[in-house]
């Protein structure tokens, strides 16, 4: 009798066989540490002038907001425009407003109003290309077979970002400020930019419309709306984000006044939270398929509810960082498992306008929790902040996970629906 082998696992790293992706991949993660990098810089020097946890919140919802308000605007680009050549304007654009906020930190003129207009200029710039590169990825591999993981991969690449540019981010401001910080991550766009322009990324034309520019931004929210499924994980998604996320822009409380440290604890600190996100997105590029996500999103949500409880509670260093590794980890199975999904679900026709929306809620919503989380932590403190929003993290998981059964028949049909068309979409 015959043995039967069982099929070959599939290769964490197969989206890497193509050219585009890996161009894209190698670039993003130079420019990502460096991202970082002036992220917590920009927190820990605003808390240095100020000392005011609302002023924290507060430029968190500059850097941030525009990506709410200003989102269906780049998701109508993303479907309406060459992707690749609008990336490279963004990231030339990010690359510029970093120089800048450098050369004003280093030469010891920044005040707190120079951090804030950055900071929404930057968010500006972030609402037109975070949808952009939302909806290009699909183009970057040769196989649809190949999406989930090249956005598995994304998301490690991310992470492990998270990981390197705090760390470094925390070294650099102890020793030299954090000007420095600001002008590696300007210096780091370069690679991203090179990355694009030597790719050869496919175009795909839209659809002749005779419609406006608002009537197409309303067909992609339409689809959001009558689509049970992808509302519903973008619902989901949207209550961690104003909810629980918040929590990283109140890091350098706890860091300073909680723990009792100073810029490198609070690099640490959110080095830890980035160390267990990468295994998240590391064990989401194992897999091979996107049916059983659905219960991975509910249980990831729970879990990171419980994660932010715990972290609010703790008063120890370590406990505290080995806590955020757990909660990093949930955190990043929930959004790239929602991310995989949503993409897996929706047509290329409407992917960018409905990315928009996903961003909007992912990107959008922090700056909204974050305002309220620096107010909060002005009055009831930091952990009971960061617990509250945890509490309600769980209370979203439960919710999203008794409307699972009635959710998984239209989108079993829809994944079906987009892999049929797969071939079709890119050429």
């Known amino acids: 009798m015959t ?70 605007i780049g998701g109508h680009v993303a479907d309406r425009f060459d992707r690749r050549r609008v990336l490279i304007v963004t990231q030339s654009l990010s690359m510029i407003l970093a120089f800048i906020l450098a050369a004003l930190t280093l030469t010891h003129v920044i005040h707190e109003w120079h951090i804030f207009v950055l900071a929404a200029l930057l968010g500006i710039v972030s609402a037109i290309d975070i949808p952009v590169r ?39 401001v102890a020793a030299i400020g954090e000007g420095w910080c600001f002008f590696a991550n300007a210096v780091s766009y370069i690679a991203v930019i090179t990355g694009l322009v030597m790719m050869n990324m496919p175009h795909v034309a839209p659809a002749a419309t005779s419609t406006s520019a608002v009537a197409n931004i309303v067909e992609g929210f339409r689809f959001v709306a009558g689509t049970a499924p992808i509302r519903a994980l973008l619902l989901l998604v949207g209550v961690i984000s104003f909810t629980g996320t918040p929590f990283t822009v109140l890091m350098p409380i706890f860091a300073d006044k909680i723990i009792g440290g100073g810029a490198r604890t609070l690099g640490i600190l959110m080095g830890a939270s980035g160390v267990g996100a990468l295994a998240g997105s590391i064990t989401l590029a194992a897999r091979s398929t996107v049916y059983g996500l659905g219960r991975w999103v509910m ?126 979409t890119v050429a």
Request: aromatic content about 8%.
């Open 299 to 424: 249980i990831a949500s729970i879990a990171f509810g419980i994660g932010l409880v715990s972290f609010g509670s703790s008063r120890l260093f370590l406990l505290s960082a080995i806590v955020l590794i757990a909660t990093g980890f949930a955190m990043m199975v929930q959004m790239a498992s929602s991310n995989t999904l949503i993409q897996s679900m929706v047509p290329d026709v409407l992917r960018g306008r409905v990315m928009a929306v996903y961003s909007m809620m992912i990107m959008g919503m922090g700056p909204f929790g974050a305002l309220l989380a620096g107010s909060l932590a002005e009055r009831i403190g930091a952990p009971a902040a960061v617990m509250g929003g945890g509490v309600i993290c769980v209370i979203a998981g439960i919710v999203f996970g008794l409307r699972l059964p009635a959710l998984r028949g239209e989108g079993r049909r829809l994944i079906v629906a987009q892999e049929s068309a797969a071939g079709q």
């Open 134 to 172: 939302q909806a290009a990825l699909v183009l970057m591999v040769d196989s649809r077979d190949d999406l989930m993981n090249a956005i598995a991969l994304n998301s490690s690449m991310f992470n492990g970002a998270r990981i390197v540019g705090p760390a470094v981010a925390g070294l650099l």
């Open 3 to 72: 043995e039967v082998l069982p099929p070959p696992r599939p290769h964490p790293l197969r989206a890497l066989r193509h050219r585009n992706f890996r161009l894209f991949f190698s670039g993003q993660l130079i420019s990502l540490i460096g991202t970082w990098m002036q992220s917590v810089a920009q927190s820990w020097l605003i808390y240095r002038l100020t000392g005011s946890s609302l002023l924290l919140g507060a430029v968190g919802f500059a850097g941030q907001a525009p990506a709410f308000f200003l989102g269906p």
